[in-house]
């Protein structure tokens, strides 16, 4: 199958085709979920949680950012590739905003960028799409706003929540987003809010009611123990297998089971008498 695009991914949603997306931060992450045939994978800011190792997104920066999606992109013949714009870099104005959506396709060769363009920036939405560069918007649980927000907190779940969620998601529409990811949102109010939209709509802690679903995939894999939210599925318990592994690693280097001679490269004896009478 050909690479995905905006134009298959509406095709998608058009035929009533569920949308599959994960994340990944590296080639051979991203090569296993190409190769899945996972549709869209987003290189999300949490790489600075689950990859480096900080307490939120914050510390992601454009030019971490820009190496973990060039190495994603280079794993993909088939999987959309969608960049995370980091904290900082589309807050200030409409030019710089611009210049960092380019970095990311110019650089790094995604297939477009997604930021968390609250009501205050949709007119930075509007200039990176006259570029014709496709953006995904996002609404609900904003991680970057952690700070404002007191927490990692379900939105929508009140009035003013609620109609934040709506407004955001049609000026969003509006701007010119081929799709929308809704974060931790009540699963009633992303499925109502889907079915008055006519772009995709890829839940991460939105309910089924949306067109497609995302998820971390240290989650998916239980590769992060840190924090889980209540949305994640651990599929497999990765982390615990490489534990395993890695013990199982050191008790036989401790105990002369590894390296076997198969894992050994051999020399004739000639060369090594010829040796050993040389260096005498």
Same mark, same amino acid.
């Given at each position: ?28 992450? =991203?090569?296993?979920?190409?190769? %899945? /045939?996972?549709?869209? !994978? ?5 790489? @600075? ?30 999987t959309m590739v969608i960049a995370d714009m980091p904290f900082g870099s589309f807050q200030y104005g409409i030019e710089e905003t611009m210049r960092n959506a380019a970095r990311f396709v110019t650089e790094a060769k995604v297939d ?56 955001? =998601?049609?000026?969003?529409?509006? %701007? /010119?987003?081929?799709? !929308? ?5 009540? @699963?009633?109010?992303s499925e109502w809010v889907t079915n008055r939209l006519s772009i995709p709509t890829i839940s991460i802690g939105g309910g089924p009611g949306c067109s497609g679903q995302l998820l971390v995939t240290h989650d998916v894999l239980g ?58």
């Open positions: 199958m050909s690479k995905h695009t905006v134009k298959t991914i509406k095709a998608m949603h058009d035929k009533k085709e569920t949308i599959t997306m994960l994340t990944a931060y590296d080639f051979p992450t =991203a090569k296993k979920v190409n190769d %899945a /045939g996972i549709d869209m !994978i987003l290189v999300g800011d949490s790489c @600075a949680m689950v990859v480096h190792g900080h307490p939120n997104t914050l510390t992601a920066t454009m030019d971490m950012m820009v190496l973990h999606c060039a190495a994603v992109a280079r794993a993909c013949d088939r477009g960028v997604k930021f968390e363009a609250t009501p205050h920036h949709i007119e930075k939405t509007e200039a990176i799409v006259k570029m014709g560069i496709p953006v995904v918007g996002h609404v609900g649980l904003h991680p970057q706003a952690v700070g404002a927000l007191g927490g990692l907190k379900v939105q929508g779940k009140d009035i003013e929540t609620a109609r934040k969620v709506v407004s955001e =998601a049609i000026a969003l529409q509006e %701007a /010119g987003a081929f799709a !929308i990811i809704f974060e931790a949102v009540p @699963a009633k109010l590769m992060y123990d840190n924090f889980t939210p209540s949305f994640a599925k651990r599929y497999r318990e990765v982390g615990q297998l490489m534990l395993d592994t890695f013990k199982q690693y050191k008790e036989e280097v401790l105990t002369g089971v590894f390296p076997a001679k198969e894992n050994c490269y051999s020399m004739s004896d000639e060369v090594m008498e010829a040796i050993e009478k040389e260096f005498k």
